[in-house]
């Protein structure tokens, strides 16, 4: 007579006490809280019960074995399901440091000169720069004047857009100066070229830059401006060493943007400019220029600073 451990005893895998008993392993089971061995130590527990109770060891065991293998292997992360892990990945970086410096590591968002590329209808973005709402435009004769510009002297308007600062400089410095008025996008330099035979401006050159270079001659300037333009550079550090190499040593850097304040500026100028003046500033004095002075203007939603190129 048969005492238990055949097919049909209450020891046998296939008993339904055994499936029963097997359903209680499995709560054991996720007791483990390990979710790759839930399953497995599941079925391990089962096995190893059946096993003490049965006289079928013998067959339980190589199961039992190669269930455990296989837990452990996913234990220690060796498992096919997991996904791998992306080179760079938020995972597997280092932490961003908190709060400016996280913002000074990044450039612009390539969507804020997307649009020129991608819509560079000359005149409309005329009609936005060249607008009296606009306080650059207003006050364009306060900010050239802040500038200092004498005859004779090499002036690059870095981000030149519809060109209109390049044109007032070109007088300025006469026919013994230089103006060399770039951009990054191609339908304005075609524009500033035509500016410069419509005016018949002698001392202009409209130059092609790239997104991390001002394309100018090593020593060329005597100043460099940028205005609305620091902001929009998308490497600026890559961007401000190109300029830093092109002006001659004491030069000035003139940088007008945004005052960006958390809880006074405007939502545009919170969304679309990344950082405040401060941030700008460090940057600035990392690529070798020195800070020299803030010239206080009618302007309300802009600051005008210079540097001294060391
Ligand atoms: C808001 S507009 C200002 C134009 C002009 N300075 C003015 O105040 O009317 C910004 C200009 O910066 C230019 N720009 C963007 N990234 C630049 C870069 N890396 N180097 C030079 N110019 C850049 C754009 O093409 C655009 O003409």
Redesign the pocket.
Known sequence: MRTGGGVGSSHSPFHPWSRVRFALCCLAGLDIGVPHLQAHSSAAIFLIGESLMSKYVVRCLPPLFFLLLFSGCELLGVSKSDPPKEQGSASNLPPSPPGEEAVKSAG?NPKL?QR?FEDPDVEKWKKR?EEESRE?WKYRQNIVDAIRLQKGMSVG??????G??SVMFSELVGDDGRVYA????PE?VTHLNQLKERYDLKNLQAVL????S?ELPHRSLDVAF????YH????PAE?MSTLHSALKPGGSLIIVDFVREEGKSSSFVLGHVRAGQEVFRREIEDVGFEFVEEIALPLEENYFIRFRRK
Request: proline residues 0%.
């Open positions: 612009a000169n020129y720069f650059i308007d870095i981000g030149a857009g519809t209109f600062f770039m951009d990054i996008v304005f830059g790239t997104r991390s001002v940028l205005c609305d333009v929009h550079l998308e490497t961007t």
